[in-house]
C-alpha cells in the first residue's frame, strides 16, 4: 500500500503504517467523543466516517489479488494518456465532487439532496488509470461547505501537478482556514 510506503518515511511522531494510523484515529474518535459530551462543536472536528471506512476496507483487502477490471483500468489510463498527450492537455479540471457535500458528515441530513447517482464517481478517475490527482478549494457552497475543484495529470506529472495546483490557489485564494467553532 503505497500509504504505508509514505507514512514509513514520515518522522515521527507519525503513525508508521496504516494499521498505526488508523488505531491513532481510534483513540481521537474516543477522546472525541468525551469531548463531545463536553462541547457542542467537538463532534463536528471528527474525520469523516466515509474516509475512515475507504481506509479500513484498503487495509483489509490489500493482500488480496488485483480485481479482473484491472486490465480494463490500465486501458483505460494508457487511452487517457493518449488523448492528453495527442491534445497538448497537462491536466483534467472537473469538480471534485458531482454534487456540494452536505454540510453533515457525521449523522444522515435528511435535507441534503444530490441527484447525481454517483456522486463520487469522477474521483475514481484517478485510480483507475494510475495518474496523480489533486484537490484544491474552489469556493464555498451556500451551506458553508467547502467545493473542491480535481487537477488529474499523467502518470509522473506529479511535480506539474503540485505547480498548477499552488499557482490556482495563489491565484484565486480560496482556501480558508476552518473555523473553530
Given at each position: 500500500m503505497q500509504l504505508d510506503r509514505y507514512l514509513g518515511a514520515t518522522p515521527s511522531p507519525c503513525p508508521r503504517d496504516t494499521a498505526a494510523l488508523l488505531a491513532r484515529i481510534d483513540a481521537l474518535e474516543s477522546?472525541?467523543?468525551?469531548?463531545?459530551?463536553?462541547?457542542?462543536?467537538?463532534?463536528?472536528?471528527?474525520?469523516?466516517?466515509?474516509?475512515?471506512?475507504a481506509l479500513r476496507h484498503?487495509?483489509?483487502?490489500r493482500d488480496e489479488p488485483p480485481r479482473l477490471g484491472l486490465p480494463a483500468a490500465r486501458a483505460f489510463?494508457?487511452?487517457l494518456a493518449g488523448l492528453m498527450q495527442s491534445n497538448g492537455c497537462?491536466?483534467?479540471?472537473?469538480?471534485?465532487l458531482a454534487c456540494p457535500a452536505s454540510?453533515?458528515?457525521?449523522?444522515?441530513?435528511?435535507?441534503?439532496?444530490?441527484?447525481?447517482?454517483?456522486p463520487l464517481a469522477a474521483m475514481h478517475m484517478a485510480s483507475a488509470a494510475g495518474f496523480p490527482e489533486i484537490s484544491v478549494p474552489m469556493g464555498w457552497t451556500e451551506a458553508g461547505?467547502?467545493?473542491?475543484?480535481?487537477?488529474l495529470g499523467r502518470a509522473g506529472d506529479d511535480r506539474l501537478?503540485?505547480?498548477?495546483?499552488?499557482?490556482?490557489e495563489a491565484a484565486t485564494r480560496h482556501r480558508q482556514p476552518p473555523g473553530l467553532g
Open positions: 477522546a472525541a467523543q468525551i469531548a463531545a459530551s463536553i462541547t457542542a462543536h467537538a463532534a463536528r472536528r471528527s474525520p469523516n466516517p466515509l474516509t475512515i471506512a484498503a487495509l483489509a483487502t489510463g494508457a487511452a497537462a491536466a483534467l479540471v472537473f469538480p471534485t454540510p453533515r458528515f457525521d449523522c444522515d441530513d435528511p435535507t441534503y439532496r444530490c441527484r447525481a447517482s454517483n461547505v467547502p467545493a473542491g475543484l480535481s487537477l501537478l503540485l505547480g498548477i495546483a499552488r499557482d490556482y
